[in-house]
C-alpha cells in the first residue's frame, strides 16, 4: 500500500493504491476509496469506505485548525509505504516506511511494534512524531498485528487460489489505509506543533 499526503495552506490532498500479488485492489482518491477487486461483500465495503473516509476528514480537520493556529507558507508531503511480501519457503516480511519530503523520516519496526527516528540528525518533528505514535495501541501492536498477521493471512490466501478469507483475517487491505492516516495524524501534530516552536 502507498498512501500519500500533500499539505498546503491548510489544505490536504491524499491519493494512493493498493495492491494484492502485482494486481491493483483498492485506489484513494481525495477522500474516497475504490475496491477494484472484490474481496469485501457490499455491505461491509461500504462500512470501510465510511470509515475511511471518516478518518481522512478527521485528519484534513485537524490540519486546518493546526493552520490557523501556526500558518505555514510552505508544501509538506508525506508517503506512507507499507505491506508485507510472503516468500516461496512460507516466511514474510512486513514493512511500514514513512517519507517526509522525500526524506526518510520514521519507519515501523515490526517484530517488537516500535517506531524509529530516520530524519537526518537530531530533529524535534522527528522526536515527537516517534513519541506520539508509540503512546497508541492502534499505531503499535494493533499496526503490528495488521501487518504481520492480517496482511500474511490475505496473500496465503490468494497464493492458496481460493482468494477466500475467514475469521480475523478477514479484515481487507484498506485497514491498512486507515491505520496509515493513524500514523500520519502522529506526523502531523508533530510537524505543526514542532514548527511554532512548541516541542
Known amino acids: 500500500m502507498v498512501h500519500y499526503t500533500r499539505v498546503f495552506e491548510g489544505n490536504s490532498l491524499f491519493w494512493g493504491n493498493a495492491s494484492l500479488d502485482g494486481r491493483l485492489s483498492h485506489v484513494l482518491e481525495g477522500h474516497n476509496v475504490t475496491q477494484v477487486l472484490p474481496l469485501e461483500p457490499p455491505d461491509a465495503w461500504a462500512r470501510r469506505q465510511k470509515d475511511v473516509s471518516t478518518y481522512l476528514s478527521y485528519f484534513s ?95 496465503q490466501a490468494q497464493s492458496a487460489g481460493t482468494g477466500k478469507l475467514s475469521g480475523r483475517s478477514r479484515a481487507p487491505l484498506v485497514l491498512g489505509l486507515i491505520l496509515g492516516t493513524l500514523c500520519l495524524l502522529g506526523v502531523a501534530v508533530g510537524i505543526f506543533w514542532c514548527t511554532g516552536g512548541s516541542c
Open 61 to 155: 480537520d485537524l490540519v486546518k485548525l493546526f493552520n490557523k493556529e501556526r500558518p505555514m507558507d510552505y508544501t509538506q508531503r508525506l508517503c506512507c509505504r507499507l505491506g508485507c511480501h510472503l516468500f516461496p519457503n512460507g516466511t514474510s516480511h512486513s514493512f511500514y516506511e514513512v517519507t517526509l519530503n522525500g526524506t526518510a523520516f520514521l519507519s515501523f519496526h515490526v517484530p517488537n511494534a516500535t517506531w524509529q527516528r530516520h530524519w537526518p540528525g537530531r530533529h524535534q518533528v522527528a522526536a515527537f512524531a516517534e513519541t506520539e505514535l508509540m503512546k497508541y495501541p492502534i499505531t503499535t501492536h494493533d499496526l503490528q498485528h495488521f501487518l504481520n498477521t492480517t496482511c500474511v493471512s490475505i496473500l
